[in-house]
């Protein structure tokens, strides 16, 4: 009897050790992404339209910095240079996006984690 309570867990001493390995990789994963956070936040992604005409700078974490026109632009009208910005902050937002994803993916060593 007393040789049958051992194994009623469903998993040995391999397992645990698994298990233990898994939360410490979880675990140094959860402070790489404090410090990648803080990376991020320091970051600076400049997507641009009109070859340069128009800048937008946004952080790592895709907070808007600053927004940069030249003066070529501001004589092109409102309605163009409404479109240059447009088309500046997609640019910068995907490069943002881009970014985050790859540095996530070098974080987590292709780890296969839900929701990331």
């Known amino acids: 009897m007393a040789g049958k ?3 009623g867990f469903g998993f040995g001493l391999g397992k645990m050790k698994e298990l233990t390995e898994a939360f410490k990789k979880a675990q140094q994963v959860q402070e790489g992404a404090k410090k ?3 990376e991020l936040d ?8 009109g070859g340069g005409l128009v800048k937008v700078v946004l952080s790592g974490n895709q907070e808007p910095r600053r ?3 030249s003066p070529d632009a501001l ?3 409102a309605e163009v240079v409404s479109e240059l910005v447009a088309v500046a902050m997609t640019d910068a ?3 943002s996006t881009a970014t985050m994803r790859e540095r ?5 060593g292709g780890l296969n984690l839900p929701g990331l």
């Not at 320091?42 to 641009?48: K, N, P, R």
């Not at 996530?104 to 987590?108: F, G, R, S, Y």
């Open 75 to 77: 004589g092109e009208g």
């Open 93 to 95: 937002y995907n490069k």
């Open 67 to 69: 927004v940069e026109i």
């Open 36 to 38: 990648l956070q803080e």
């Open 5 to 7: 309570g051992q194994g």
């Open 104 to 108: 996530m993916e070098e974080l987590t």
């Open 42 to 49: 320091e970051l600076e992604v400049i997507g641009e339209a």
